[in-house]
């Protein structure tokens, strides 16, 4: 069955670095965009960061351009959101989304905490 399983997430001091990872299977991931998103607490979700099914092109929210990364490894079927120079703002869910518009497809993985705090 279709899995999004996000991994990497924990409490960092802010200026610190973290690496979200986010492993698929049951699809073809390599055919699919995929994208990070963020909730805080009594916040609606936020797009992150997206890139493209093959990795060509990315896009990010102002709020985290300059330090956050967005990749991917087609071949382990993997996406990465590398953040830097964390902030107390970027507390928040992060969950990785995958979509193919030419069939209406979209799917969610449960969301990994990343806590930024002294």
């Known amino acids: 069955q279709v899995q999004l399983v996000e991994s990497g997430g924990g409490l960092v001091q802010p ?7 986010c492993a698929a299977s049951g699809f073809p991931f390599s055919a699919y965009a995929m994208s990070w998103y963020r909730q ?9 960061a997206g890139v493209t099914s093959d ?19 087609n071949a382990k079927s993997t996406v990465y959101l590398q953040m830097n120079s ?11 989304n995958a979509e193919r518009k030419r069939i209406r497809t979209n799917y969610w993985g449960k969301g990994t905490l990343v806590t930024v705090s002294s």
């Open 15 to 21: 200026g610190g670095s973290l690496r979200l990872s």
């Open 55 to 73: 990795g060509g092109t990315t896009d990010y929210a102002d709020s985290v351009k300059g330090r956050f990364t967005i990749s991917r490894d």
């Open 40 to 48: 805080a607490p009594g916040k609606e979700r936020e797009l992150v």
């Open 86 to 96: 964390l902030k107390p703002e970027d507390t928040a869910v992060y969950s990785c």
